[in-house]
C-alpha cells in the first residue's frame, strides 16, 4: 500500500524531454517544475500536481493513482491541463524497487505502447521515465524524464507563486 509514499510532500523537478516524439528526435528540452502528492483512501491511492515551465508555455498537470487491493496493480491517470481528455491508466507494480507501468495509447493517429518507470524511490532524488514503442513494446523510445528533489519551503527560486 505505500509503493508511492516516498514522494508524498513538494518537490523541485527537472524535466529533459524529447521535442519530438517517435521520428527520430535527438532534440531534449529542459525545463524546470514543482510537484505536491499526498495520499488518498488511507493509502490506496495518490494525487500527483504538476507545475511544467515548459518553453512552449507552462501548464499544470495531475496525476491519479490507485492500488488495486486483490491484485496489488497501480492504475495510474495523467491528466493534463491543456486537454479536457484524461489519458488511458497505465497499470503496473514496483518489483526489485522498479515500477513499471503500461498502456496501449495512440500517437497522431497511431497505435503506441507507452511505459512509465519509477527509479531510485529509496533516495532523496527519484526518477520517473516515459517511453513509446511503435511495435508493441519490441523496442522503446524514452521520451521523458523527471528528476525530483525535496523543495524547502520559502527557499527555492524556483517555486515562485506556483508552488508550495
Known amino acids: 500500500m505505500s509503493d508511492f509514499s516516498f514522494q508524498t510532500g513538494h518537490w523541485l523537478v527537472h524535466h529533459r524531454k524529447l521535442a519530438e516524439r517517435l521520428v527520430g528526435s535527438r532534440t531534449w528540452l529542459e525545463f524546470r517544475g ?35 487491493p486483490d491484485t496489488g496493480q497501480w492504475s495510474i491517470w495523467w491528466h493534463d491541463g491543456r486537454s479536457a481528455s484524461l489519458d488511458p491508466p497505465v497499470v503496473g507494480r514496483f ?49 521523458w524524464v523527471m528528476r525530483f528533489v525535496r523543495a524547502k519551503q520559502g527557499v527555492s527560486p524556483y517555486l515562485g507563486t506556483h508552488g508550495i
Open 34 to 68: 514543482t510537484c505536491s502528492a499526498w495520499p488518498l483512501l488511507d493509502g490506496m491511492g495518490n494525487v500527483e500536481d504538476q507545475w511544467l515551465d515548459d518553453p512552449s508555455g507552462a501548464y499544470r498537470a495531475a496525476a491519479l493513482r490507485r492500488r488495486d
Open 95 to 143: 518489483e526489485a524497487g522498479v515500477g513499471r507501468f503500461f498502456a496501449d495509447d495512440t500517437l497522431r493517429g497511431m497505435p503506441i505502447r507507452v511505459r512509465f518507470e519509477w527509479h531510485d524511490t529509496h533516495t532523496p532524488c527519484p526518477r520517473w521515465e516515459q517511453a513509446f514503442s511503435a511495435d508493441d513494446g519490441a523496442t522503446w523510445e524514452l521520451n
